[in-house]
């Protein structure tokens, strides 16, 4: 049987199947790029709910996997050479499992570092301005007198979706006919914004054409259906 016990997370999050990958996340719109590819993919893993509520990923144990402390993470006992792999970014995820299954990533050279600017498009751009729209629209933020952090961040986030609404035009998906990692790293975030963000009409999201029919084409799939909702929440 594998042993893990050398990494400390572990500890606090004992793996009851050590042969299997080790998710340890929350379904947010970050933690679901992970769980979706790996429903996708049908990889055999185990999932750990961390409490970000709870402070969790500022224990020393989580802080050992991913110095950042910020979710998700993974720890992958059949990594490269057959040794362990710890990794965190939840895009760095999605390329390495996307590398390990060859699935969701194009083989064509040209076609596959198209497909990872798209992801640094979501990480750079898509995942920080929606994330300050919820913040400044639903949580504490939405407490500020001075409303031209919201302004600001309501202008860039309508924004990037026109961008994608321009990509999309004539495509299924971000790639064309191919459903890839660029797709699921954005569909958490863009179903967020008008979801649990409750910021559609600010950003006018019913304006759009091809995004909206993108987005209910991602939700209707099964593995995202499941990857949505994982790890439950207690």
Partial sequence: MTDLSSFPITRRWPAAHPDRLQLYSLPTPNGVKASIMLEEIGLPYEVHLIDIGAN????????SLNPNGKIPAILDPDGPGG?????????AILLYLADKTGKFMPADVARRYETIQWVFFQMAAIGPMFGQVGFFHKFAGREYEDKRPLKRYVDEARRLLGVLETRLEGRDWI????????????????????????AGALVDYGSLRHVPAWLERGLARPAVQRGLTIPARG
């Fill in 175 to 198: 790639m064309g006919d191919d459903y890839t990692i660029a797709d699921i790293s954005m569909l958490g975030w863009v179903r967020n914004l008008i979801g649990f963000y409750d």
């Fill in 56 to 63: 969790e990923t500022w224990t020393p144990e989580y802080l």
């Fill in 83 to 91: 040794k362990p792999l710890a990794l965190f970014e939840s895009g």
